[in-house]
Nanobody
């Protein structure tokens, strides 16, 4: 079983920055794909950013140029650097790890005020 613990959420003004962290209970080196998803009230959960085992990344169009996904193998931690935050980025952000299985973290709230 893989445990994922997110941190770094909070309240920030529009234009500000936050960095989310996702600490894994296992080595992330061999995890096929890790990603960040978000779910706003009344909306479906959506993929924000993902990174493959080979280091390829992809982003939803709405965050391109503002968000950066990265990882630290030594710390078994996934990150999401979020810059130029907008009120529409407000959501609960979830970390996901996927091989033949899929595990989710508990989520961290990000609130961007206008």
């Amino acid at each position: 079983q893989v445990q994922l613990v997110e941190s770094g959420g909070g309240l920030v003004q529009a234009g500000g920055s936050l960095r989310l962290s996702c600490a894994a209970s296992v080595s992330i080196f061999s995890i096929s794909t890790m990603g960040w998803y978000r779910q706003a009230p009344g909306k479906q959960r959506e993929l924000v950013a993902a990174i493959s085992s080979g280091g390829s990344t992809n982003y939803v169009d709405s965050v391109k140029g503002r968000f950066t996904i990265s990882r630290d193998f030594a710390k078994n931690t996934l990150y999401l650097q979020m810059n130029s935050l907008k009120p529409e980025d407000t959501a609960v952000y979830y970390c996901n790890a996927k091989n033949s299985w899929s595990y989710w973290g508990q989520g961290t709230q990000v609130t961007v005020s206008s």
